[in-house]
């Protein structure tokens, strides 16, 4: 089994930062990619940045240059999201998304974290 467990989220004013992280766990081989997405209140789920196992990173327009994601593949499996310069449109829940492979599999899949909420308030 895997398992993504993701935590920092919290509640910050306009113009704070946070961190966020979120850890993979169990049977894994290999890790594709590490990404993060967030959904608003009545809003879909939308990309906001990727890791990918060669270290290359891309990151959606909204977010790109105040937004840094950043993995620790090799002993921990973490992803993280340093948030800066925050704004109200950036509330919503923060979910982890992994492609990867388990060890009694030939081909990987996706697995996402269970999301953690962040507020910002103006």
């Known amino acids: 089994q895997v398992q993504l467990v993701e935590s920092g989220g919290g509640s910050v004013q306009a113009g704070g930062s946070l961190t966020l992280s979120c850890a993979a766990s169990?049977?894994?081989?290999?890790?594709?990619?590490m990404a993060w997405y967030r959904q608003a209140p009545q809003n879909p789920r939308e990309f906001l940045a990727r890791?990918?196992?060669?270290?290359?990173?891309?990151y959606a327009p909204t977010v790109k240059g105040r937004f840094t994601i950043s993995g620790d593949n090799a002993a921990k499996n973490t992803v993280y999201l340093r948030m800066n310069s925050l704004k109200p449109d950036d509330t919503g829940v923060y979910y982890c998304?992994?492609?990867?492979?388990?060890?009694?599999?030939?081909?990987?899949?996706?697995?996402w974290g269970q999301g953690t909420q962040v507020t910002v308030s103006s």
């Open positions: 998304k992994f492609l990867l492979r388990r060890t009694t599999d030939w081909a990987p899949s996706e697995y």
């Open positions: 890791i990918i196992d060669t270290g290359e990173t891309d």
């Open positions: 169990g049977d894994i081989a290999t890790i594709k990619f």
